[in-house]
């Protein structure tokens, strides 16, 4: 069954527990959001120029989610493990490399603080859980997927489908719904933003959203089941909508440029999930 009402607060100490660990992987978090995209784009670069030029060497170098060692991108300070504590190191560094003085994008601490804050609801609902826990990896899993996507738009399959399997193994034992309805809703999910796609492509001649999309709807469904889609498509569609017209009334977007539709997707659907029969029972 879906999580129809919020779940009673636990104990303070799951939600500190939460928020302390959710602080950490959202450091990881920010390693996630900046590398995958540029492993992707090696790989597909290695791939092309080995079609077109199978005598030139491709780049061997290591570059994954640990090595190489972060660094700054201005002058290649090296960062040690004292100046890469999530919040504190850069607060305690004023935001700013400490070799060379260029400011440190606050978007690295607003995400792990972000991270921290949603984890430690998490754990404040839902206690030292399996449920709570799967919820816990769902949302960091969401997060990444969110920044990757504006900042790329592009929502990669090493995340997209993990989150799908995952959901539809833990719902073998009905964690949130039945197994049924988990692969009814992953199904679902997938086919109706792909039929929206094909009807689109096919009136004006445009791709209107990525396969992406398609997937991690499908992965919402597989988290919480077939009442769950209705209400993503939904929110996220209106959000969107409502998005796009103030960026254009403010001259920041125009309607010709693509817009990632995969935030909307993840915030709403986090909140069908967690939220949703709360919400229909209010509807209805």
């Known amino acids: 069954m879906i999580l129809f009402e919020l779940f009673p607060a636990y104990t303070a100490s799951a939600a500190i527990v939460a928020f302390a660990l959710s602080l950490l992987v959202g450091s990881f978090l920010n390693v996630i959001i900046y590398r995958l995209p540029v492993m ?12 077109n030029q199978p005598d030139v060497t491709p780049d061997t170098s290591t570059f994954n989610l640990a090595h190489p060692r972060s660094r700054c991108q201005e002058c290649g300070h090296l960062i040690r493990w004292f100046e890469n504590i999530p919040v504190v190191s850069w607060l305690f560094l004023k935001g700013k490399c400490s070799q060379c003085g260029t400011s440190i994008s606050t978007r690295y601490p607003l995400i792990e603080f972000f991270s921290a804050c949603v ?46 399997w995952l959901g539809l193994l833990l719902n073998s034992f009905e964690l949130i719904t039945t197994l049924e309805d988990a692969v009814w809703g ?16 096919l009136a004006t001649g445009k791709e209107g959203m990525g396969f992406g999309d398609f997937k991690l709807l499908a992965a919402i469904g597989a988290w919480g089941g077939v009442l769950t889609l209705p209400m993503t498509i939904l929110f996220s569609s209106v959000a969107g909508v409502l998005f796009a017209m103030v960026m254009m009334a403010i001259g920041k977007q125009q309607a010709n440029n693509p817009m990632p539709f995969g935030p909307y997707l993840a915030i709403a659907g986090w909140c069908a999930i967690l939220w949703g029969g709360p919400i229909l029972s209010w509807y209805l």
């Open 40 to 51: 992707m784009e090696r790989e597909w670069q290695e791939a092309v120029q080995s079609a």
């Open 186 to 201: 992953a199904m679902l999910g997938y086919l109706s933003l792909w039929s929206v796609y094909w009807l689109f492509k």
């Open 119 to 164: 984890g430690g609801f998490i754990g404040w609902q839902f206690g030292f859980t399996t449920l709570g826990l799967a919820l816990l990896v769902f949302t960091w899993a969401l997060i990444a997927l969110t920044f990757i996507d504006i900042d790329h738009q592009l929502l990669p399959d090493a995340i997209t489908l993990p989150l799908l």
